[in-house]
Protein backbone atom coordinates (compact mmCIF):
# COMPACT_ATOMS: atom_id res chain seq x y z
CA UNK A 1 0.00 0.00 0.00
CA UNK A 2 1.80 3.01 -1.07
CA UNK A 3 1.00 6.04 1.52
CA UNK A 4 0.34 9.52 -0.27
CA UNK A 5 -0.06 12.73 2.40
CA UNK A 6 -2.95 14.97 1.35
CA UNK A 7 -2.30 18.70 1.69
CA UNK A 8 -5.38 18.88 3.37
CA UNK A 9 -7.47 18.91 7.10
CA UNK A 10 -10.81 19.04 5.39
CA UNK A 11 -12.35 15.90 6.99
CA UNK A 12 -14.65 15.39 4.41
CA UNK A 13 -11.87 15.65 1.49
CA UNK A 14 -10.14 13.17 3.52
CA UNK A 15 -12.64 10.95 3.57
CA UNK A 16 -13.55 10.96 -0.12
CA UNK A 17 -10.05 10.72 -1.33
CA UNK A 18 -9.83 7.40 1.43
CA UNK A 19 -12.96 6.27 -0.76
CA UNK A 20 -11.60 6.94 -3.86
CA UNK A 21 -8.08 5.87 -3.40
CA UNK A 22 -8.61 2.28 -2.50
CA UNK A 23 -4.64 0.77 -2.02
CA UNK A 24 -3.69 3.95 -1.27
CA UNK A 25 -2.75 5.39 2.64
CA UNK A 26 -4.52 9.02 2.39
CA UNK A 27 -2.42 11.19 5.22
CA UNK A 28 -3.63 14.25 6.25
CA UNK A 29 -1.62 16.92 6.68
CA UNK A 30 0.83 17.37 9.92
CA UNK A 31 -0.76 19.84 12.19
CA UNK A 32 3.37 22.10 12.08
CA UNK A 33 2.44 22.34 8.14
CA UNK A 34 1.39 25.59 6.60
CA UNK A 35 -0.26 25.95 3.29
CA UNK A 36 0.20 28.67 1.26
CA UNK A 37 -2.73 31.23 0.33
CA UNK A 38 -5.15 30.40 -2.34
CA UNK A 39 -4.34 33.32 -3.98
CA UNK A 40 -3.47 31.54 -7.61
CA UNK A 41 -5.41 32.35 -10.98
CA UNK A 42 -6.94 29.41 -11.56
CA UNK A 43 -7.35 25.60 -9.80
CA UNK A 44 -4.01 24.27 -11.03
CA UNK A 45 -2.04 27.23 -9.55
CA UNK A 46 -3.52 26.47 -6.14
CA UNK A 47 -3.12 22.58 -6.36
CA UNK A 48 0.03 23.04 -7.15
CA UNK A 49 0.82 25.86 -4.65
CA UNK A 50 -0.55 23.45 -1.85
CA UNK A 51 0.98 20.07 -2.91
CA UNK A 52 4.34 21.42 -3.59
CA UNK A 53 4.29 23.23 0.59
CA UNK A 54 3.99 19.73 1.85
CA UNK A 55 6.31 17.74 -0.19
CA UNK A 56 8.51 20.26 0.81
CA UNK A 57 8.07 20.57 4.31
CA UNK A 58 7.67 16.97 4.06
CA UNK A 59 9.80 15.59 2.01
CA UNK A 60 6.93 13.18 0.76
CA UNK A 61 4.60 12.62 -2.07
CA UNK A 62 2.01 15.01 -1.39
CA UNK A 63 -1.20 15.32 -3.15
CA UNK A 64 -3.18 18.41 -3.16
CA UNK A 65 -6.65 19.22 -4.91
CA UNK A 66 -8.44 22.73 -5.66
CA UNK A 67 -11.89 22.47 -6.58
CA UNK A 68 -15.29 25.14 -7.27
CA UNK A 69 -18.28 25.46 -9.04
CA UNK A 70 -18.95 27.29 -12.01
CA UNK A 71 -22.23 28.88 -12.78
CA UNK A 72 -22.39 30.07 -16.49
CA UNK A 73 -24.78 32.64 -15.28
CA UNK A 74 -22.21 34.05 -13.74
CA UNK A 75 -19.84 34.37 -16.09
CA UNK A 76 -17.78 31.23 -14.22
CA UNK A 77 -17.86 32.67 -10.66
CA UNK A 78 -17.62 31.71 -7.95
CA UNK A 79 -14.80 29.79 -9.38
CA UNK A 80 -11.72 29.49 -7.69
CA UNK A 81 -13.36 31.65 -4.97
CA UNK A 82 -15.91 28.92 -4.17
CA UNK A 83 -15.06 27.85 -0.63
CA UNK A 84 -15.46 31.72 0.27
CA UNK A 85 -17.71 33.11 -2.30
CA UNK A 86 -20.40 34.81 0.75
CA UNK A 87 -17.28 35.97 2.61
CA UNK A 88 -13.64 34.99 4.30
CA UNK A 89 -15.59 32.82 7.00
CA UNK A 90 -18.14 31.41 5.03
CA UNK A 91 -20.11 28.38 5.81
CA UNK A 92 -20.98 25.80 3.05
CA UNK A 93 -24.92 27.28 3.89
CA UNK A 94 -24.29 30.78 3.65
CA UNK A 95 -22.01 30.20 0.77
CA UNK A 96 -25.27 28.08 -1.04
CA UNK A 97 -27.80 30.67 -0.22
CA UNK A 98 -25.44 33.80 -2.14
CA UNK A 99 -25.31 31.15 -5.35
CA UNK A 100 -29.27 30.36 -5.36
CA UNK A 101 -29.82 33.70 -4.99
CA UNK A 102 -27.72 34.93 -7.81
CA UNK A 103 -28.13 32.62 -10.08
CA UNK A 104 -31.30 31.52 -11.98
CA UNK A 105 -32.58 27.85 -11.00
CA UNK A 106 -32.34 25.50 -14.07
CA UNK A 107 -28.71 27.25 -15.15
CA UNK A 108 -25.85 25.75 -16.62
CA UNK A 109 -22.88 25.11 -13.60
CA UNK A 110 -19.79 22.87 -14.20
CA UNK A 111 -17.93 21.55 -11.15
CA UNK A 112 -13.80 20.99 -11.30
CA UNK A 113 -11.40 19.95 -9.44
CA UNK A 114 -7.43 19.90 -10.20
CA UNK A 115 -5.47 17.66 -8.55
CA UNK A 116 -1.73 18.28 -7.89
CA UNK A 117 0.81 15.62 -7.38
CA UNK A 118 4.27 16.42 -6.25
CA UNK A 119 7.34 14.01 -5.65
CA UNK A 120 10.35 15.62 -3.95
CA UNK A 121 11.95 12.10 -4.32
CA UNK A 122 11.23 11.92 -8.34
CA UNK A 123 11.44 15.64 -9.01
CA UNK A 124 8.21 15.26 -10.56
CA UNK A 125 4.80 17.31 -10.59
CA UNK A 126 1.88 16.75 -12.30
CA UNK A 127 -1.94 17.91 -12.62
CA UNK A 128 -4.83 16.06 -13.13
CA UNK A 129 -8.29 17.67 -13.73
CA UNK A 130 -11.63 16.53 -13.60
CA UNK A 131 -15.17 17.89 -15.02
CA UNK A 132 -18.82 17.22 -13.83
CA UNK A 133 -21.25 19.04 -15.35
CA UNK A 134 -24.92 20.05 -14.46
CA UNK A 135 -28.04 22.23 -13.31
CA UNK A 136 -29.18 24.52 -10.78
CA UNK A 137 -31.97 23.39 -8.67
CA UNK A 138 -34.25 25.78 -7.45
CA UNK A 139 -33.46 24.45 -3.84
CA UNK A 140 -31.83 22.67 -1.80
CA UNK A 141 -32.55 18.59 -1.61
CA UNK A 142 -30.27 15.67 -0.01
CA UNK A 143 -28.45 15.12 2.87
CA UNK A 144 -25.06 13.79 1.52
CA UNK A 145 -21.86 15.27 0.18
CA UNK A 146 -21.04 18.59 1.40
CA UNK A 147 -20.41 22.67 -0.06
CA UNK A 148 -22.84 23.35 -3.57
CA UNK A 149 -24.17 19.77 -3.62
CA UNK A 150 -27.44 19.98 -2.10
CA UNK A 151 -27.96 22.56 -5.40
CA UNK A 152 -26.28 20.58 -8.06
CA UNK A 153 -28.25 18.32 -10.43
CA UNK A 154 -25.33 16.66 -12.38
CA UNK A 155 -26.23 15.98 -16.22
CA UNK A 156 -24.97 12.11 -15.91
CA UNK A 157 -27.55 10.93 -13.09
CA UNK A 158 -30.25 9.13 -14.74
CA UNK A 159 -32.63 10.28 -11.74
CA UNK A 160 -35.02 8.07 -9.35
CA UNK A 161 -38.38 7.58 -9.59
CA UNK A 162 -38.63 11.46 -8.22
CA UNK A 163 -36.99 12.90 -11.16
CA UNK A 164 -33.32 13.84 -11.55
CA UNK A 165 -31.74 13.95 -8.01
CA UNK A 166 -28.74 16.45 -6.47
CA UNK A 167 -25.55 15.36 -5.75
CA UNK A 168 -26.53 15.45 -1.95
CA UNK A 169 -29.25 12.62 -2.92
CA UNK A 170 -26.74 10.44 -4.61
CA UNK A 171 -24.71 7.49 -2.66
CA UNK A 172 -21.24 7.43 -2.57
CA UNK A 173 -20.66 5.01 -5.19
CA UNK A 174 -22.93 6.74 -7.66
CA UNK A 175 -21.34 10.46 -6.75
CA UNK A 176 -17.70 8.99 -6.91
CA UNK A 177 -18.50 7.55 -10.54
CA UNK A 178 -19.57 10.95 -12.10
CA UNK A 179 -17.84 13.55 -9.39
CA UNK A 180 -15.14 16.30 -10.84
CA UNK A 181 -13.35 14.73 -8.01
CA UNK A 182 -13.72 10.78 -8.47
CA UNK A 183 -12.67 11.62 -12.47
CA UNK A 184 -9.95 13.57 -11.68
CA UNK A 185 -8.47 10.56 -9.22
CA UNK A 186 -9.25 8.55 -11.80
CA UNK A 187 -6.95 10.27 -14.20
CA UNK A 188 -4.44 10.87 -11.46
CA UNK A 189 -4.18 7.08 -10.47
CA UNK A 190 -3.76 5.76 -13.95
CA UNK A 191 -0.63 8.13 -14.22
CA UNK A 192 1.44 7.71 -10.99
CA UNK A 193 3.27 4.89 -9.64
CA UNK A 194 1.94 2.73 -7.09
Known amino acids: ?8 RNAHKLREFARLMPGHEIVPLPDGVELPPEDGETFAENALGKARAAA ?9 DDSGIEAQALGGR ?7 YAG ?10 KLLAEAPHGSPLTYVCVIAWVDPSRGEERTF ?8 AAEPRGEGGFGYDPAFVPDDDIGGPAGPRSMAQLDD ?16 LAAIPD
Open 173 to 188: AEKDHISHRGRAVRSL
Open 88 to 97: EDATDEQNLA
Open 129 to 136: EGRCTGRL
Open 56 to 64: AATGQAAIA
Open 1 to 8: MSRLLLAT
Open 78 to 84: PGIRSAR
